[in-house]
């Protein structure tokens, strides 16, 4: 069975040392010192590696069932919802004033990686509930938060949230569930939506589907879009459970990964809904949180490669097949423990440099959130809406990958199921293509959000890089060769890039839509670049003053260095894609193909 | 349920067109004119688009089953390995002297990509069977080939490959796995194998496994194994089945993928064995043929990746999603097909010129052994040595990588089961594992073959590549500068690469390895280009005399230009990396992890 270890160290030394969250001023910062983080990541831990690990295999090898309307979750899946549920976990970062614990994104966000790593099947069951927690929350009236909010803080009942079916996903704007006003103000809802995570299950009392739909009146297109909330069982006034409403899961999707969230058809037969914020402006409403949502997605990706490069670490240490070239480093044994061969560790250390790269980058991503948030900062706004597309479509495509090199690691006993890797593999893999499909992350970043406020947040972005790099310059040689040098020239790239498209995308946006994918991979190098570069001098600095943990700190100067010499250089590549424009891309005619 | 339509016309263009083997004077090959090729691979087509390809989600769902020692297919494979027999598929390239069809190993190789593509778990059956045919034909004695290569060529019994033990893979110098002599000169084997693909099935009446075991007086190391036949049933001297051996399947291993094989656990309980050549040469005589089974599973990566680019590509042209940027292109329906947005395109056309380039790279591979073989051309046989982990390593991790492309074409639809794309994905995977890890694969590359006769045959290969640019350049601007530059950039990187090593893994070893892997594929994308450059330069001529569908020949350049354009830069990547060097990769110890 696969192990997990939560990387709580390496979480506060992101947190406390790189980020510095306790001495920031953004509210609610100020609580959050070493311990007490230590402590809420502590407990985090535990119930992550002793509780939500070892009910991963389960879950894959049961998965969901259906049998009368009624879905089953696996084995043992209910007993641990209800141990996350007593601790408060699904609390978290929820509003005070309807049972939260009113803790920071960011808090969450070190959770919520723990809990997908250890069991990112399971854990889709409280994201998906936070998720429409959060459109309610943000735009459902008073009376609709204070029925429904209370219950979903505490996951005694789940959400969801429907968008696609079966002749729609990404374009939206086609879509053909219908709500047709009723006399007392509710609606009446027919339609089919497909892949509904948590769409159904056994795990609590009552589930609030967030559903889209079109009113009668509805103008054609997204523009037409309206939100629902349609609950399983009528809440009455008192909040007990009325009838049950006319829905249901008409079955489960057979599926690549995470068995063990129920993925559901769910038919609306003329089902009782009510419309959350203003008529036709349900898309809006809907992505709101969008951020928060797919940062979270890419969370999930790296979490999968977090968990997969363990096992594959503890399987280098462990397995011994041949001798180092060098000459034995296990004389005593049959053969040294693979580790030691080159590509052994070049491959390891793809996977080291990234996962940790990628835990920064998200965590720095989140308390952007928070102090958008929290503290109205609207450039923090701006610039995490622009990170966004590249922390879902970066972290989950590399994610993936990562996954797929640790199952590597282990050789044949990777592609068996009892060493647990190629679960790995198959959960991650759902990360590159929900809540927007990476494809379509990209035609965000490139489409949209380059240009978003005259181009303001992305010029934001190279002034911050060229700001870090020059206040940081000449205090040591080898940092700034080893990273700051790497950093500039890859940030360099990325502009080359973006100029590119200044110049080739008015003429036809082809061009730059044709480079989109390639230039949220090099924006993401660039972004982990940026982060390593932080946590280098970090550790650095903390070597210097003798303060901590030496050891750890010379492993994360090394890790740093490895990830700016090996693969920052990937940024030329991607800006020679790009720079080849849309002419070889396009030239076919479809029937050509 | 997936499409498959066989690549009847391009594998004709590459053998006839582009290799021109009729004209050939490899013996055997002047036979294969245009009409012979076709004929055979029209019957070849049928039978993998009619038959195997409708099984392969057959056997996936089903799986094996192991009851009381009896291991079961999925239904409907023993039905469609009776056809495949019956054609005389499973004879084509083997020995007329023991029923085979004694044809060239590159029309086996273009009929194995239909197979493969079709239905990889089901055509692991003969493959394996073809495997230890080869091993006994060209190490056993004449009394050995003759009672076992008849039913072997014919299939009626299936042959295997027993290397792998628990604790040993890469790393056969461990195994334990005993042969003790009998005083009739058979020997008795006793040990644990895994991982044995088709080790115990129904579809055949024997099965002749070829074991590696230990004499008594070996010495340590794989210097001291030795190559047994062990029938499951004894073979009487005329030829009828007698006594059952003491071998039996002790379980089925659950995997990942290719689930329609049975991966088998076998344990030899004092089995009667009979020595293959002389005693403590078995892994000579197991991997005499290495470079035809590598080739193999090179095949297979690339195949997958076929079958499933065929998939998106169905869907990106019936899917209708959004709108062109550039306008709507089909304007009376909802919306356009995904086709018309650049980065599906993208994504398309890095999956086809991708399989079509490694079609032509496999087949030109193939024909090296045929030259090797039949020819006795020695200086093919050192360019094929050299080449073959190139065919296994790189065309797998993008034959895998390309099936992931594709499912990411199919959106959500991708990670259902109900397309296929993710059975795919899943049965491309162990190609990067099996018949040595692409890890290895890069060590033979680096560690081995580089410097194999002092160097010769990659210094053969920098100058073939030389002279074809140079042959050809100056006869078309465009294509100097499409195709011929390029080319010569990416092989400059290579010869840099090789330069890097020479340099510095002289006085350690570790600067070679640290870059292998990036090596190995530095090297695929540079043969990649070789055979682009070579099939645009046949397509250019193809359109300038106005022969044949000038359709096909225009599509063909423009898949080569992307290439060129969009894949070959990779190659500077792959070089940074290389001349990055060790350090970073060997920095830590291994406790530091």
Chains 1, 2 share one sequence.
Request: charge should be negative.
């Amino acid at each position: 069975m696969p192990i997990y270890t939560a990387p709580t160290e390496d979480q506060l030394f992101v947190l406390d040392e790189v980020l510095r969250i306790g001495a920031s001023e953004v509210p609610g910062y100020g609580d959050l010192d070493r311990d007490t983080l230590d402590a809420i990541l502590g407990e985090a831990a535990k119930l992550a590696e002793n509780v939500l690990a070892p009910l991963n295999p389960v879950g894959d090898e049961q998965g969901c069932t259906l049998e009368n309307g009624v879905v089953r979750t696996p084995k043992g899946f209910k007993a641990a919802f209800d141990q996350v549920r007593e601790g408060g976990w699904t609390a978290l970062d929820c509003d005070p004033e309807y049972g939260g614990q009113g803790l920071p994104y960011v808090v969450a966000t070190a959770v919520g990686e723990m809990f997908s790593s250890a069991n990112m099947a399971f854990n889709m069951y409280q994201g998906l509930t936070h998720g429409a927690y959060n459109a309610i929350h943000a735009h459902g009236s008073d009376d609709q938060k204070a029925m429904y909010l209370p219950k979903m803080v505490s996951c005694e009942w789940g959400g969801t949230m429907n968008l696609t079916e079966p002749h729609c996903g990404t374009d939206l704007g086609l879509i053909r569930t219908k709500a047709v006003p009723a006399e007392d103000g509710s609606y009446k809802i027919t339609g089919q939506k497909i892949w509904i995570s948590a769409g159904e299950h056994d795990m609590v009392d009552n589930i609030i589907h967030l559903v889209l739909a079109k009113l009668p009146d509805a103008p054609d297109g997204v523009k037409g879009i309206s939100l629902f909330i349609v609950p399983k069982f009528m809440v009455n006034e008192d909040g007990s459970l009325g009838d049950r409403n006319a829905l249901s899961c008409g079955g489960l999707e057979k599926k690549m990964g995470i068995h063990g969230n129920a993925t559901c058809v769910m038919n609306y037969d003329g089902a009782t809904g009510f419309l959350v914020g203003e008529p036709h402006k349900g898309m809006r409403a809907m992505f709101t949180m969008m951020n928060e949502a797919r940062l979270g997605v890419g969370l999930q990706g790296y979490a999968q490669g977090a968990v997969a490069y363990q096992n594959a670490l503890a399987f280098a240490k462990d397995r011994v097949q041949g001798r180092a070239v060098t000459g034995a480093e296990n004389p005593e044994g049959a053969a040294d423990p693979i580790i030691v061969h080159p590509d052994v560790r070049r491959n390891l250390m793809d996977q080291k440099a990234f996962v940790e790269g990628a835990r920064a980058f998200t965590l720095w991503g989140a308390s952007l959130i928070d102090q958008a948030h929290r503290a109205q900062d609207t450039k923090a706004e701006g610039l995490i809406s622009l990170l966004t597309p590249v922390i879902k479509g970066f972290l989950t495509d590399k994610g993936f990958e990562t996954t797929v090199l640790a199952q590597q690691t282990l050789g044949g006993s990777g592609f068996t199921r009892e060493w647990g890797l190629e679960q790995f593999v198959r959960d991650a893999r759902i990360t590159m293509i929900y809540e927007g499909t990476n494809g379509v992350q990209a035609l965000d970043l490139v489409g949209r959000k380059l240009a978003q406020d005259g181009g303001k947040h992305v010029m934001g972005f190279f002034e911050m890089v060229k700001g870090y790099a020059s206040e940081n310059k000449g205090k040591d040689e080898a940092f700034d060769r080893d990273f700051l040098e790497p950093l500039k020239a890859a940030s360099k790239d990325l502009q080359a890039a973006g100029m590119f498209f200044m110049q080739n995308g008015m003429k036809n946006p082809n061009e730059a839509l044709a480079g989109s994918y390639d230039f949220m991979h090099l924006f993401g190098h660039v972004c982990l670049g940026l982060m390593w570069a932080r946590m280098g001098l970090t550790a650095q600095e903390k070597l210097a003053s003798g303060e901590g943990d030496a050891a750890f700190y010379r492993t994360k100067l090394a890790t740093g260095r490895y990830y700016m010499a090996r693969q920052l250089p990937m940024t030329a590549t991607h800006l020679a894609r790009i720079q080849s424009g849309a002419e070889t891309v396009m030239a076919l005619e479809a029937e050509a193909f």
